[in-house]
């Protein structure tokens, strides 16, 4: 039998309704690579798209690429394709995770796991290798998610990991997620997915290997990439806090935060200085971010143990946290988050007033409530939707809205001096009974677009520049604006919110912009870059840029690399010129599958996906919304980011106000280098044709929305 390299080789199905359990051959779906290029093309092809994403018939889809599990650094990830309860549309949605999980699952043998039916009662998965059992969860149903975890690693044996939902999965709420490690989620409504099947939890223990064509070429390229190439998390290039190798620091500052006298204070053994990170030396990098201080400023080393993060990761992403002071407000002293649900400038949109004044240390009130929803969410498996809930339920506390859709009694009933009071017991009310769907104020938990339609709030709401919607489907921006056109362009692509960061990355690398712009430029034409926040009229090199950031975030998601480090556009090496190598991708996919990959390569492949994402987007609109126009439906940006400073005019230096006329070009622009209609925004035949897609411009044209 002939080795199959970078792929495990399986798929697993299991079908919950009848218990069958069975795997197929992976080699079908190679041409779409693995993660989300194999999750769409079987929804596509088995779950017609207007299946109701709660249905029996709906399925999901985990799956990893042919890098997670090799060794590659920043590899470790895992993607879950469904069809999404949260947004317009009820389309195609992703939730991806880091940590563990999806090593372990190439380990037993699996690229990907087929999820489908409904079980009658709470059960899991368990897969140890080739040994798949559905095991009873009756004693897990109405857990925490953390409980969960323990209770199944030890029912199955310390070697396994698993992922869990918790009680606001189990409830069907679809801001819900699923958990796995220690902050470590989906989101995207995936929880209250698992929930419709009576599915808690998929535990995975796997003694295998992942192939290597070549070991040594691995070896070397990864050497390369970790000696030259990488920076901090977002791949930072250049320490924020002056070190003496470094030629500039970081203007403003960047997520490279260790430095001399920034200490883990509550480190195992003592307190550990991060020092001096030089880019050279391999062994230094898990120092170079330290999240706590580029969230919660210098306060945050007095309780920092030390940093944490997904397999195959040497950049270490999240911080993890002692806070005795946390078990004072009864909370957890042991706290940690990777991305935005422990950021207090999210937090405090919950509270009328300064947070916790009670607290210990002065000043630590919002930090510490901000750990203490964090935990309180995690362990709800609640989502918060990149920061969304919270500006929902600020926009309605001050607009009134509660006294209007809550009776008397239910409105009385919350403890609102808690929100006043600034008490840090308060976040754990709210999102409760959004968790366990207390009453109609839990309805925040149904997602914004259907919220604001039971709510009737109106284009008032959506048209806030507080609220900060991207567009009148249901999710928020998710990355700087400071980039313009670009950023706008890739905001509106997805049912949910983007998670699009190559263009964050090197855009707030706090590299000077003039070397930024010669390295970007260089790739793709003059003018394709502004400078921060000084935009200028829209260009075909600028398209050229958001085409190339569009398709990566697809190809990350497929191979399955960290779309936060990937790709390695800039370097912190001076000798570079501070240029990165964006063909890296492509030579770890030679060196780990043996097949001669490309850049053009990667492109070709990642432009399939994303042609399969927007067509079946149009699909289901179609279906699900009667509409035949994505541009007009899907991607209308909200009127805030027109009207926003309105003494200023567009393209003015250091306003982000955009001007319609320029958009409506800039989509323009986009849909010709997608090859898409410009009056429609949906992929003609040619494009589909070329990309091995046929089917999906034949069932376009069945339902009158194939562009002539």
């Not at 368990?126 to 690693?153: C, Y």
């Given at each position: 039998m002939s080795t199959t390299y970078g792929w495990a080789g399986k798929i697993l199905r299991v079908n919950l309704t009848n218990r069958s359990i069975t795997t197929q051959s992976v080699e079908p779906y190679k041409q779409f690579v693995g993660g989300m290029g194999i999750g769409y093309k079987i929804i596509w092809d088995e779950v017609p798209l207007n299946t109701d994403p709660y249905a029996p018939e709906a399925k999901f889809v985990v799956a990893t690429g042919p890098l997670t599990g090799s060794g590659v650094p920043c590899s470790g990830r895992t993607n879950i394709s469904f069809l999404t309860p949260i947004s317009k549309g009820r389309s195609i949605c992703d939730g991806h995770m880091g940590g563990h999980f999806g090593n372990v699952m190439k380990y037993a043998g699996?690229?990907?796991?087929?999820?489908?039916?409904?079980?009658?009662?709470?059960?899991?998965?368990?897969?140890?290798?080739?040994?798949?059992?559905?095991?009873?969860?009756?004693?897990?149903?109405?857990?925490?998610?953390?409980?969960?975890?323990?209770?199944?690693?030890e029912e199955c044996g310390p070697e396994f990991t698993c992922f869990t939902i918790g009680p606001a999965g189990e409830n069907l709420v679809n801001y819900s997620v699923i958990h796995t490690s220690w902050g470590n989620i989906a989101g995207g409504g995936i929880g209250a997915i698992c929930g419709s099947k009576n599915l808690k939890a998929v535990a995975v223990r796997g003694t295998g290997g992942v192939a290597i064509a070549d070991p040594q070429r691995l070896m070397d390229l990864n050497n390369y990439m970790l000696t030259e190439l990488i920076g901090a998390n977002n791949n930072h290039p250049i320490p924020t806090y002056a070190q003496s190798w470094a030629e500039f620091t970081a203007q403003p500052p960047n997520r490279w935060r260790g430095a001399p006298g920034l200490r883990w204070e509550k480190a195992l053994g003592g307190p550990v200085d991060t020092g001096e990170q030089p880019y050279w030396q391999i062994d230094r990098i898990a120092y170079r971010m330290f999240k706590g201080v580029h969230e919660k400023g210098h306060q945050a080393t007095r309780n920092a143990v030390k940093t944490s993060g997904c397999s195959s990761c040497p950049t270490r992403c999240y911080q993890r946290f002692d806070h005795e002071e946390l078990q004072e407000v009864g909370g957890n002293a042991k706290a940690s988050n990777t991305c935005v649900g422990s950021q207090t400038n999210h937090v405090h949109h919950l509270y009328a007033r300064p947070v916790a004044p009670h607290i210990r240390n002065e000043g630590d009130g919002l930090m510490l409530t901000a750990y203490i929803g964090s935990n309180w969410m995690d362990d709800l498996g609640l989502w918060c939707n990149y920061g969304f809930l919270n500006r929902e339920f600020r926009y309605c506390f001050e607009n009134g809205v509660f006294e209007r859709v809550l009776s008397t009694a239910e409105f009385n009933s919350i403890p609102w001096e808690k929100m006043r009071n600034g008490d840090p017991d308060w976040i754990r009310e709210v999102y409760t009974r959004i968790a366990y769907k207390q009453g109609e104020f839990s309805r925040l938990g149904d997602g914004a677009f259907h919220t604001a339609q039971r709510w009737n709030l109106g284009m008032a709401f959506w048209d806030s520049l507080f609220v900060n919607a991207m567009t009148y489907n249901g999710y928020p921006q998710h990355h700087d604006f400071g980039t313009g056109a670009q950023a706008a362009i890739f905001n509106v692509m997805y049912n949910r919110d983007c998670m699009v960061h190559t263009l964050t990355n090197f855009y707030n690398a706090g590299m000077p912009f003039e070397i930024v712009r010669g390295i970007i430029d260089g790739h793709f034409g003059q003018g394709s870059l502004d400078p921060p926040n000084n935009f200028t009229r829209t260009n075909e090199a600028k398209m050229r840029l958001g085409k190339w950031c569009f398709l990566r975030k697809q190809w990350h998601d497929m191979a399955t690399l960290c779309d936060w480090m990937w790709p390695m556009t800039l370097s912190p090496s001076q000798r570079r010129g501070y240029s990165g190598d964006i063909e890296l991708d492509a030579?770890?996919?030679?060196?780990?599958?043996?097949?001669?990959?490309?850049?053009?390569?990667?492109?070709?492949?990642?432009?399939?996906?994303?042609?399969?994402?927007?067509?079946?987007?149009?699909?289901?609109?179609?279906?699900?919304?009667?509409?035949?126009?994505?541009?007009?439906?899907?991607?209308?940006?909200?009127?805030?980011y027109f009207d926003r400073t309105p003494h200023l005019e567009p393209f003015t230096p250091g306003n982000r106000r955009m001007e319609r006329a320029d958009m409506e070009r800039t989509f323009d622009l986009f849909y010709d280098v997608m090859g898409w209609d410009r009056a429609t925004g949906i992929p003609r035949r040619a494009t589909l044709a070329r990309l091995g897609l046929s089917d999906m411009a034949d069932r376009m044209a069945q339902l009158g929305i194939l562009p002539a």
């Open positions: 699996y690229d990907a796991i087929v999820v489908e039916g409904r079980s009658p009662t709470p059960v899991y998965i368990k897969i140890d290798d080739d040994r798949v059992t559905i095991e009873s969860a009756a004693h897990l149903w109405g857990k925490m998610t953390r409980e969960s975890a323990k209770t199944v690693v030579k770890f996919m030679t060196a780990v599958t043996g097949e001669n990959w490309t850049n053009d390569d990667v492109l070709l492949t990642a432009e399939r996906t994303s042609n399969m994402l927007r067509a079946m987007t149009a699909i289901s609109f179609r279906l699900n919304e009667n509409s035949s126009n994505l541009r007009q439906d899907h991607d209308r940006l909200n009127a805030h």
